[in-house]
């Protein structure tokens, strides 16, 4: 189950406004599952308003890092694993 928090800060109070972001978690183990690791991402991105309610579209471009233990160790130590990193376009709303 993976567990993270979400960073964003605002370059401005106002509607539409540039914001960076960082994010970074980790893979839980639930159970007797064998797989956790850990992930971040850093970027930026721009919010803009659709409409008058609080309707707003957030979109960003991001740097980002996934790496899973395929051997249930530590995400230090962990000799199989599935590493995937590279850039990435998002788009999300605020309601």
Not at 3 to 26: E, P, Q, V, W
Not at 61 to 81: C, P, V
Request: glycine fraction near 8%; charged fraction near 20%; aromatic fraction near 16%.
């Amino acid at each position: 189950m993976p567990a993270f928090i979400d960073l964003r800060f605002y370059l401005s109070d106002a509607k539409s406004s540039f914001y960076f972001l960082i994010n970074y978690g980790m893979l839980i183990k639930i159970k007797n599952g064998t797989k956790n690791g850990n992930m971040a991402n850093l970027g930026f991105g721009y919010k803009i308003p659709l409409n008058e309610k609080r309707l707003i579209l957030v979109t960003d471009l991001s740097y980002s890092y996934k790496a899973i233990s395929n051997d249930g160790l530590s995400i230090r130590n962990f000799e199989s694993y599935f590493l995937m990193k590279g850039a990435f376009l998002s788009l999300g709303f605020i309601l």
